[in-house]
Nanobody, 116 residues
Framework: QVQLVESGGGSVQAGGSLRLSCAAS????????MRWYRQPPGKQREWVAA???????NYADSVKGRFTISRDNDKNTVYLQMDKLEPEDTAVYYC??????????WGQGTQVTVSS
């Protein structure tokens, strides 16, 4: 099992920045890829960014060039640096750990609100 705890959400004005954190514990060595998702109000959850064990990163087109996913292996933490935030980025943000077994685990989510 893997436990994930997100933090760093909050309210910010358009153009501002936030950094989300996702602290992992448990069977960390089994993790293959870490992902961030978000769920805007009244919409379905959507994928935002991914970071594989080999360091490969991928981003949704809507956040490319504005968001950066990274990790600190010593702290077992993955980050999502969000710059140039827009009101459309308002959502609950979730991190997800994808294990080599095919299973995945979700965090509890953290709210991000961007005002215009």
């Amino acid at each position: 099992q893997v436990q994930l705890v997100e933090s760093g959400g909050g309210s910010v004005q358009a153009g501002g920045s936030l950094r989300l954190s996702c602290a992992a514990s448990g069977s960390i060595s089994s993790i293959n890829t870490m992902r961030w998702y978000r769920q805007p109000p009244g919409k379905q959850r959507e994928w935002v960014a991914a970071l594989s064990n080999d360091g490969t990163t991928n981003y949704a087109d809507s956040v490319k060039g504005r968001f950066t996913i990274s990790r600190d292996n010593d702290k077992n933490t993955v980050y999502l640096q969000m710059d140039k935030l827009e009101p459309e980025d308002t959502a609950v943000y979730y991190c997800r750990a994808d294990l080599r077994t095919g299973r995945h685990y979700w965090g509890q989510g953290t709210q991000v609100t961007v005002s215009s």
